[in-house]
């Protein structure tokens, strides 16, 4: 059966691309590929293939391409940024593609909210403060179901990591304090995650917004806003505490609670 791999290339470095990721690129017939977010030494893997942008396209040209060429039995890879299942509108190629008699396989990229918590040098859920985080992106024209409004999420006061926003922080900002998050919330933008050009901006929900006007960042950005940035206090992991004893390990101490 004729097939189409969707493959995540990682968030811009181009050694953040898996072994799996670099070998299709290198062996592929035709590449698609995500516009300006993909960098040029991995472009430039795909040395005997033909490379097409896809951000000059639209979803029938793409999805021709992808078709025509699978059919022939090429080894067609349509390339992401990131994680193809994060924002990737894969599922629309991969259910048309079906109905034609292609399959779809999907190789994960470590997608921009992990290159970003990685840029700050820091963990997304701490013990004290949160073990949650919610993925999301503001409403602008693609449409956001109310019950996942900012305000209903911020409820949670969880680590809120936002793609595709960063042009929105100043109502973003607001809906979360509404929401429940404190003015005084820790809130950091990664621009570029792991480009040369890295920046990272870090404030609170108060000044957020006023920061990033004055850096002029407009896009390519992951908004993370959480306490872990800046834990006013935490407690450490009891998977390494010498009182805990688990499958691997007995614990090295007595608990005083004993
Ligand atoms: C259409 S989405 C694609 C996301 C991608 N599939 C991923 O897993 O990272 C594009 C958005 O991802 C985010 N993004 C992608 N690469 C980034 C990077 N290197 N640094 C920061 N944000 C990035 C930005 O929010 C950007 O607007």
Same mark, same amino acid.
């Given at each position: 059966?004729?097939?189409?791999?969707f493959?995540?290339?990682?968030?811009?470095?181009?050694?953040?691309?898996?072994?799996?990721?670099?070998?299709?690129?290198?062996?592929?017939?035709?590449?698609?590929?995500?516009?300006?977010?993909?960098?040029?030494?991995?472009?430039?893997?795909?040395k005997?293939?033909?490379?097409?942008?896809?951000?000059?396209?639209v979803?029938?040209?793409?999805?021709?391409?992808?078709?025509?060429?699978?059919?022939?039995?090429?080894?067609?890879?349509?390339?992401?940024?990131?994680?193809?299942?994060?924002?990737?509108?894969?599922?629309?190629?991969?259910?048309?593609?079906?109905?034609?008699?292609?399959?779809?396989?999907?190789?994960?990229?470590?997608?921009?909210?992990?290159?970003?918590?990685?840029?700050?040098?820091?963990?997304?859920?701490?013990?004290g403060?949160? +073990?949650? $985080?919610?993925?999301?992106?503001?409403?602008?024209?693609? %449409?956001?179901?109310?019950? &996942? =409004? /900012?305000?209903?999420? *911020?409820?949670?006061?969880?680590?809120?990591?936002?793609?595709?926003?960063?042009?929105l922080?100043?109502?973003?900002?607001?809906?979360?304090?509404?929401?429940?998050?404190?003015?005084?919330?820790?809130?950091?933008?990664?621009?570029?995650?792991?480009?040369?050009? +890295?920046? $990272?901006?870090k404030?609170?929900?108060?000044?957020?917004? %006023?920061?990033?006007?004055? &850096? =002029? /960042?407009?896009?390519? *950005?992951?908004?993370?806003?959480?306490?872990?940035?800046?834990?006013?206090?935490?407690?450490?992991?009891?998977?390494?505490?010498?009182?805990?004893?688990h499958?691997y390990?007995?614990?090295?101490?007595?608990?005083?609670k004993?």
């Open positions: 059966m004729s097939e189409v791999f493959v995540g290339c990682g968030p811009g470095d181009p050694e953040l691309i898996t072994v799996k990721a670099k070998k299709l690129i290198q062996k592929a017939d035709v590449v698609v590929y995500s516009g300006s977010l993909i960098p040029d030494p991995i472009l430039n893997l795909c005997k293939g033909k490379l097409y942008d896809a951000a000059k396209l979803r029938e040209e793409i999805f021709n391409l992808l078709y025509k060429n699978a059919k022939k039995d090429k080894l067609v890879v349509r390339l992401h940024d990131g994680d193809p299942s994060i924002y990737g509108a894969i599922k629309e190629q991969i259910d048309n593609l079906e109905k034609k008699g292609i399959k779809s396989v999907v190789v994960p990229g470590i997608t921009a909210f992990l290159a970003s918590a990685a840029a700050l040098g820091t963990q997304l859920t701490l013990p403060v949160t +073990q949650t $985080i919610i993925v999301t992106r503001a409403e602008s024209r693609t %449409k956001v179901p109310k019950r &996942e =409004k /900012i305000s209903e999420l *911020a409820k949670h006061k969880a680590t809120l990591i936002f793609y595709l926003s960063v042009h922080l100043p109502k973003l900002t607001k809906e979360a304090i509404a929401g429940g998050y404190k003015k005084s919330t820790p809130v950091a933008v990664v621009y570029r995650a792991s480009w040369n050009d +890295q920046k $990272i901006v404030g609170t929900l108060n000044d957020i917004a %006023k920061k990033i006007q004055e &850096e =002029k /960042i407009t896009r390519t *950005a992951i908004v993370i806003i959480s306490d872990v940035i800046q834990p006013q206090s935490y407690e450490y992991s009891k998977l390494y505490d010498k009182e805990f004893s499958g390990r007995k614990a090295k101490v007595k608990s005083i004993n």
